[in-house]
């Protein structure tokens, strides 16, 4: 399958290990964009048409192709990205699961059903319904290109929508993989189209009339999307970053905790929206979880053959890592792992740090890089007093026995994970996203479905009568009755 298009005005998506070429894509502009939205837009009613059964069985076909395609598409994930295959296998095994999800449970979400009926409008049946927005705008980051695109693009198609895909300038690739093997799947209508191109053809996106936008990538860059979509009033799902924290408390398995806080924030070099960016160890239990940490950390390495930490995707954000790490030390923190050294273009090997200042970048500001630092807390309590103490809200981690799920739920955040990290990702059934500068409005689960859709109420009535409370004709008594079945029921409720 062929990913490359000759353009006047393009732009070359390079392999971050190697700096090769990947691929060359057009830079779509305004007209283009507005272009595909308008094809969309015919495509929805087309799709629409096509019922829930219908869509069911394109989009089973579509994870059908995926999966007869995986090996294709996770050697261009790890290309593109960098990333190892393995985390781009474990992108490829979630988003089958969530397309699978989303194609099944989209009629039981969105169906017809009668709703709570009202005494004073007992001859009239309430019918609520969720249809489909029409055509919905995606924008996507690089870090994982495949997963988190999918997770808004799979819901809005099982809801019958159409989708205009733009994808990042990192990861533009596998954007247009995903488009034409969809397109295999659906080939009579533009149902899933893809736009390249940098932050102009993302904003053109957001001006093109679309019915939403739904972005995942950097908060400031939402406040970008959202400025724009407010000129149309075109609604919009956030899903920004986070600065996500893990919980250890006194009765914790200090070595499960230590391997995962590990993998949760080294996996996918660190550039993962939910990888953990904080731990907050309790007192009892500090000494033997850095031990174990730092054992476990300190044969670990990027790059190399069969690694398992790839480059970093972005030349620009091996500079933020650099400048958090060389910030945190020279304001007295000490790294047990790693330290300055580890930063070597294009890779960096993971560095844990401690007795780092809560009020550093590292503690406060993403991150996304394999950097860890971790604080030693009085007790769960004060653990989850710092964890809150940020502007993001996305994901956590708690790992303990008495009081995990108790704190889990104490966490200012989106989702979290008790005695696990990022599993909450794996479950279609849960919604995914943040709170504060980590975003609004939910992807996956019903939640993520029902983003895509909009609820009509519709009032039916059953057979008439002739007391009409909604009507001038009404008779004297009807108010009467109105009122004393209103005391009767809620008079004496103090
Ligand atoms: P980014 O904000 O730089 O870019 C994301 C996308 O927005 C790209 O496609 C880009 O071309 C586009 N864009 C840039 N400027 C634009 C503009 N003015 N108008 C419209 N579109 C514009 O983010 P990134 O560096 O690609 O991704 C990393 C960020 O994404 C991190 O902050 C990470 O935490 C976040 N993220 C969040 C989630 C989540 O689900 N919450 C998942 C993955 C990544």
């Known amino acids: 399958m062929s990913v490359t298009i000759e353009r006047s005005e393009s732009f070359e998506s390079l392999a971050p290990a190697t700096g090769e070429v990947v691929a060359t894509f057009p830079v779509h502009g305004e007209a283009e964009v507005r272009e595909a939205v308008q094809r969309a837009r015919k495509a929805s009613a087309w799709w629409g048409e096509l019922g829930f059964d219908g ?199 200090v070595k499960a905790a230590a391997g995962a806080a590990l993998w949760g924030a080294c996996a996918n070099a660190g550039q993962t929206c939910i990888g953990v960016e904080r731990v907050y160890v309790v007192d009892a239990v500090y000494d033997e979880f850095v031990r174990e940490l730092t054992l476990a950390a300190k044969d670990l390495k990027a790059g190399g053959d069969d690694a398992v930490i790839g480059p970093m995707t972005m030349p620009r954000q091996l500079d933020i890592v650099r400048e958090h790490i060389d910030e945190a030390l020279d304001r007295g923190a000490r790294a047990v792992v790693g330290g300055r050294e580890s930063v070597h273009p294009p890779y960096i090997d993971p560095v844990i740090l401690v007795d780092v200042p809560e009020d550093t970048r590292v503690m406060r500001q993403e991150t996304f890089g394999p950097v860890l630092p971790v604080t030693r807390v009085r007790d769960i309590d004060e653990a989850v007093d710092k964890a809150n103490r940020t502007s993001y809200g996305l994901g956590a981690a708690v790992y303990g026995k008495k009081n995990a799920y108790d704190a889990a739920r104490r966490l200012r955040s989106g989702m979290a994970s008790v005695n696990a990290v990022l599993a909450f990702a794996g479950f279609p059934s849960l919604p995914f996203g943040g709170v504060g500068e980590s975003g609004f409005g939910r992807i996956h689960g019903e939640d993520g479905l029902t983003e895509f859709t909009r609820p009509k109420a519709i009032a039916r009535q059953r057979f008439s009568t002739p007391a009409e409370m909604m009507s001038f004709d009404r008779p004297d008594w009807l108010p009467k009755v109105a009122a004393k079945l209103g005391d009767l029921r809620y008079g004496r409720k103090r």
């Open 55 to 253: 869509r069911r069985q394109r989009l089973r076909a579509f994870a059908g192709s995926l999966t007869r395609h995986r090996e294709e598409l996770l050697e261009l994930i790890s290309r593109e990205n960098g990333k190892p295959r393995i985390d781009a296998f474990i992108e490829h095994v979630l988003v089958l699961e969530h397309i699978d999800w989303a194609a099944r449970n989209a009629r039981r979400i969105m169906k017809p059903r009668r709703v709570g009926g009202s005494l004073m409008l007992a001859n009239i049946a309430p019918i609520l319904e969720y249809q489909p927005l029409g055509v919905v705008g995606v924008i996507g980051p690089w870090n994982y290109p495949l997963f988190t695109p999918m997770g808004s693009i799979a819901y809005a198609l099982a809801a019958g929508n159409a989708v205009v895909f733009k994808p990042s300038e990192y990861t533009p690739a596998v954007g247009v993989f995903l488009a034409d093997l969809f397109r295999e799947v659906v080939p009579e209508q533009p149902v899933f189209q893809v736009v390249t191109g940098f932050g102009d053809t993302g904003a053109a996106l957001c001006r093109a009339g679309v019915d939403k936008l739904a972005f995942t990538g950097s908060a400031p860059t939402g406040r970008k999307i959202m400025a724009a979509c407010a000129e149309t009033l075109t609604p919009v799902l956030l899903e920004l970053g986070g600065k996500d924290a893990m919980l250890v408390d006194s009765d914790a398995d």
